[in-house]
């Protein structure tokens, strides 16, 4: 099995900051890409920011000079910083990965929990 969890969501004012973190878990061989996403309430869930296992990284335009994705590939973790929080980024943030279990099956996503980030005065 593998298990993707998050962590340090919350509430935070507008103009504040958050880091999030998600740590992948169990039969892993290799994790391609990582990314998070976010899905406010009535809406679909749509893309934040990935990196590539080369560190290579890619962000939605709104949040490009805000927000910054990491990864640890030592530890399995992705990181979203998130900077100079907007009321629009209220939103559950779903952790995914692209991994591959073993030499032998394919690389398939898996996604964490989702942790709540709420911001607002």
């Known amino acids: 099995q593998v298990q993707l969890v998050e962590s340090g969501g919350g509430l935070v004012q507008p103009g504040g900051s958050l880091r999030l973190s998600c740590a992948a878990s169990?039969?892993?061989?290799?994790?391609?890409?990582m990314g998070w996403y976010r899905q406010a309430p009535g809406q679909q869930r749509t893309l934040v920011a990935t990196i590539t296992s080369g560190g290579g990284t890619n962000y939605a335009d709104s949040v490009k000079g805000r927000f910054t994705i990491s990864r640890d590939n030592a530890k399995n973790t992705v990181y979203l910083q998130m900077n100079s929080l907007k009321p629009e980024d209220t939103a559950v943030y779903y952790c995914?990965?692209?991994?591959?279990?073993?030499?032998?099956?394919?690389?398939?996503?898996?996604w964490g929990q989702g942790t709540q980030v709420t911001v607002s005065s």
């Open positions: 995914n990965a692209n991994i591959k279990r073993t030499t032998w099956t394919s690389y398939r996503d898996y």
């Open positions: 169990g039969s892993i061989f290799r994790i391609d890409a």
